[in-house]
T-cell receptor, first 109, second 114 residues
Framework: RKEVEQDPGPFNVPEGATVAFNCTYS??????FFWYRQDCRKEPKLLMS???SGNEDGRFTAQLNRASQYISLLIRDSKLSDSATYLC??????????FGKGTMLLVSP | SAVISQKPSRDICQRGTSLTIQCQVD?????MFWYRQQPGQSLTLIAT?????????ESGFVIDKFPISRPNLTFSTLTVSNMSPEDSSIYLC???????????FGPGTRLTVL
């Protein structure tokens, strides 16, 4: 089993839709979880950290399920500008992160 | 978050040559990392750049091929040595605090080896 796995997509959704991505991880000792957004030919940018209690930032909600070892990202009321690749990251050592391959989201008018 | 710059932003190099990429952070940070991202792939950690000591390399990466320097808390270099076309990739540096905290990335260096 790969350390961090994501459905590569693409997820094609219309504007205004709600879309959710999952990311599974294999290291049960992982303590830190993040979602990054990467636009084409750009560097990844931190979207949000994922806390045990879940967290919300505007239209974005992140959840952690330790029992099943996955994190999720929910995007409500999708905008065209949300089109990007979403990478999950999980700490794999004291300070290092392991990234998934990313899930591509395409929001269409 | 720290502001990170890298240079060069891109380069086209001949097989067998070496390229040194610089990464500058605008504040003192505990951790600096070097990643590679090949087309259509995710980020692969090459090494952790340690200030004042040898870098810590991940499996599959060696110092002879990817020598790294980190002379202080805000600057690091990655050299891609004796390049081959398989080294064509985007190389990114990142910085963060120790303890598995979030990392912030530089804009990347797009390397093409002919």
């Amino acid at each position: 089993r790969k350390e961090v796995e994501q459905d590569p997509g693409p997820f094609n959704v219309p504007e205004g839709a709600t879309v959710a991505f999952n990311c599974t991880y294999s290291n049960s000792a992982s303590q830190s979880f993040f979602w990054y957004r990467q636009d084409c030919r750009k560097e990844p940018k931190l979207l949000m950290s994922v806390y045990s209690s879940g967290n919300e930032d505007g239209r974005f909600t992140a959840q952690l399920n330790r029992a099943s070892q996955y994190i999720s990202l929910l995007i409500r009321d999708s905008k065209l500008s949300d089109s990007a690749t979403y990478l999950c990251a999980v700490n794999s050592g004291y300070s290092t992160l392991t990234f998934g391959k990313g899930t591509m989201l395409l929001v269409s008018p | 978050s720290a502001v990170i710059s890298q240079k060069p932003s891109r380069d086209i190099c001949q097989r067998g040559t070496s390229l040194t990429i610089q990464c500058q952070v605008d504040s003192q940070v505990t951790m600096m990392f070097w990643y590679r991202q090949q087309p259509g792939q995710s980020l692969t950690l090459i090494a952790t750049a340690n200030q004042g000591s040898e870098a810590t390399y991940e499996s599959g990466f060696v110092i002879d091929k990817f020598p790294i320097s980190r002379p202080n808390l805000t600057f690091s270099t990655l050299t891609v040595s004796n390049m081959s076309p398989e080294d064509s990739s985007i190389y990114l540096c990142s910085s963060g605090l120790a303890g598995g905290n979030e990392q912030f990335f530089g804009p990347g260096t797009r390397l093409t080896v002919l």
